[in-house]
């Protein structure tokens, strides 16, 4: 009978860590939908400072829309010279909560770094971070694809 109790309890630990491992693998197929420009609004979606500079190497700001996500928006910024990102930063982030808070203290460095790095919106997202991530990559490629980067 104890060896019996045994296995079964060693079976259910197996089950439940393929299940977890197999439920973080997975990653949602969808993007969060852009929201409506904010009440006080950082630069409008889509927004271009004018360039600066001489012949066909310009500096420009483009602003990305406002993406909401489960826990709050994502707006992205960035600067780019000729077709280089030389800036990016998150206008908003999710703020709503003490814990949104702390996971965006890190993750939208983290986020910002690898678009620098990358040039581009093909950057990994942030663990623990998911929804910003998405938010932020999304706004992200709307603020490339104005940019024509």
């Known amino acids: 009978m104890r060896a019996h109790s045994v296995r079964r309890t060693v079976l259910t630990c197996v089950a439940t860590a ?3 491992v197999l439920a973080l693998s997975l990653k949602p197929h969808h993007l ?3 929201a409506a420009p904010p009440t006080t609004p950082p630069p409008a979606a889509g927004s271009a400072s004018p360039g600066t500079g001489t012949g066909s190497t310009t500096t420009r700001t483009v602003t990305g829309p406002t993406v909401q996500t489960r826990y709050g928006p994502v707006q992205v910024q960035l ?3 000729g077709s280089e990102i030389t800036a990016a ?15 965006n203290r890190t993750a939208i460095p983290a986020l910002v770094g690898e678009t620098l790095h990358t040039q581009s919106a093909h950057v990994d997202a942030v663990s623990g971070a998911t929804y910003t991530s998405e938010g932020y990559l999304s ?10 980067v």
């Open 18 to 20: 393929t299940v977890t």
């Open 32 to 34: 969060p939908v852009a």
């Open 79 to 81: 600067t780019v010279h």
């Open 89 to 103: 930063r998150a206008l908003r982030q999710p703020n709503g909560d003490a814990r949104s808070v702390q996971i």
């Open 139 to 148: 706004s992200l490629q709307s603020a490339l694809d104005q940019a024509h």
